[in-house]
């Protein structure tokens, strides 16, 4: 886990704002339970030219095993997400999305359309395919319409494969994964704000998810007695 350590440092000094601005890069997130499967999946993670910090547990696991203050950022509505979607405003920056089930994603684009009208989104699908060949024929297509963002939300592992695939494609754009966003966004009845104002007020957020979306419960509970385990064995043997 050294380079992709190493990176999350590096992702640091340069911060968000350079991940904006220069084109031909893939960024993605790293909290506990991802730190598990990018453990198994290092050749993956280590292929992308950003990781950030993606909840304060890791944060703080990082402060004192490293003795590094990293910022918190994940890819939702209390992070990046705005500050992506306000840049892209301004500057007149086109958006791809791809991921969740078919109707997660129609009604997620349909509640950031509202909040953000002048977005502009050029194109959009889920994030499933029934074969290779069809995800071959999703890559040539984006990379037709060129968008500078490309926004990812297909599951661990999944999202940054497919990432790391479509930039070896020819894809020179900037690349996210968004991990639950845009289920989380779909859910919304018309309102962006998944989290409650007081649940990212007080860092509760992965319990807030525990008991809005039953799917992570054992994921999350699995991460809270393996995770230590494992970073501070790899902090030992670096």
């Not at 968000?16 to 990018?38: G, H, M, Q």
């Not at 490293?66 to 500050?83: C, G, H």
């Not at 990379?143 to 930039?167: A, R």
Request: charged residues 30%; proline residues 3%; positive net charge.
């Amino acid at each position: 886990m050294k380079n992709i350590i190493k990176t999350l440092f590096s992702s640091e000094e340069k911060g968000l704002k350079y991940s904006f601005t220069e084109p031909d890069r893939i960024y993605t997130f790293l909290n506990p339970v991802s730190y598990l499967d990018a453990r198994k999946n290092k050749y993956l993670f280590e292929k992308f030219d950003g990781i950030f910090v993606d909840g304060s547990i890791l944060v703080r696991t990082i402060k004192i095993f490293y003795s590094k203050k990293l910022t918190r950022r994940s890819f939702d509505m209390t992070s990046v997400a705005p500050e992506l979607f306000d840049y892209s405003v301004k500057n007149s920056k086109s958006i791809y999305i791809v991921g969740a089930k078919d109707a997660e994603i129609k009604s997620a684009i349909n509640i950031l359309s509202l909040n953000y009208p002048e977005l502009n989104i050029i194109g959009y699908r889920n994030g499933y395919f029934s074969s290779q060949e069809e995800k071959e024929e999703e890559y040539d297509r984006i990379i037709s319409v060129n968008p500078d963002f490309l926004i990812l939300g297909m599951g661990i592992v999944h999202q940054e494969q497919f990432l790391v695939e479509i930039k070896n494609k020819g894809f020179k754009g900037v690349g996210f994964t968004c991990g639950g966003f845009i289920s989380q966004t779909a859910k919304g009845k018309n309102k962006i704000d998944y989290y409650p104002e007081w649940v990212d007020k007080y860092n509760v957020r992965f319990l807030y998810r525990m008991y809005k979306e039953k799917h992570t419960r054992k994921r999350y509970l699995k991460a809270a007695f393996i995770f230590p385990v494992l970073f501070i064995k790899d902090r030992i043997t670096k």
